[in-house]
């Protein structure tokens, strides 16, 4: 049930796009994506529910494909302070939300 | 309070003793999660709160670690007889009733065994 996150880790120079998938075997209600900094919390960065509705940070775009249970995180024109482990979190009605296992990404100057 | 508030923040307890951890989730969220990540893993679920009662207990890694929830608010996880296994950052993290509402992440709170 655990959703599978890639890849595994990303490097990149500031300035440059990343892309970051999230894939599950369930149907979905929806996916929320997190940003987590070293000894720090994760941090909320995009909701995406079944039916087209998101919420979030306006500088993040993300994608659900419902049909085929996929979330992509897009990260363009990165900045040094994106760097961290992005995390996606599925959710199945009503249910708990589940975690994948991280993407690192680290954003070289 | 204004965020989601765990404590201790630290604990560093013998192998054998009992510890609890402690959540106090935002004012009127309803619901309320138990992660554990360990150094540089990804966040494991242990337990999910609607309300007081525990729909999904699933993930709670043995009998020896066990949740309440009362009042509808604050939690409590409690390990018995800990382990060195058990070294790792629990967060908790609270949002409005499921499905589709943003659940916040407390700060942790940090689990060493010795």
């Known amino acids: 049930q655990q959703p599978v996150q890639s890849p595994q880790a990303v490097i990149l120079r500031e300035g440059e796009d990343a892309v970051i998938n999230c894939s599950s075997s369930?149907?979905?209600?929806?996916v929320h994506w997190y940003r987590q900094k070293h000894g720090e919390a994760p941090v909320f960065l995009m909701i995406?529910?079944?039916?087209?509705e998101q919420k979030g940070h306006e500088k993040i775009s993300a994608s659900f494909n419902e049909k085929k249970q996929q979330s992509s995180l897009y990260l363009t024109a990165s900045q040094l302070s994106y760097s961290g482990t992005y995390f996606c979190?599925?959710?199945?009605?009503?249910?708990?939300?589940?975690f994948g296992k991280g993407t690192r990404l680290h954003i070289l100057p | 309070g204004a965020g989601v508030s765990q404590s201790p923040s630290n604990k560093v307890t013998e192998k054998g003793k009992d510890v609890e951890l402690r959540c106090d989730p935002i004012?009127?969220?309803?619901?309320l999660y138990w992660y554990r990540q360990s150094l540089g893993q990804g966040l494991e679920f242990l337990i999910y709160?609607?309300?007081?009662?525990?729909?999904?207990k699933s993930g709670l890694p043995s009998d020896r670690f066990s949740a309440e929830r009362t009042g509808g608010s604050v939690s409590t996880l409690t390990i018995q007889r800990t382990q060195q296994e058990d070294s790792a950052v629990y967060l908790c993290?609270?949002?409005?009733?499921?499905?589709?509402?943003?659940?916040?992440f407390g700060e942790g709170s940090w689990l060493t065994v010795v």
């Open positions: 993290a609270s949002s409005f009733a499921p499905p589709g509402n943003t659940i916040y």
């Open positions: 369930k149907a979905l209600y929806s």
């Open positions: 995406l529910l079944k039916g087209g």
């Open positions: 979190g599925t959710e199945i009605y009503d249910d708990k939300i589940i």
């Open positions: 004012s009127g969220h309803t619901a």
């Open positions: 709160f609607q309300g007081n009662s525990a729909p999904d």
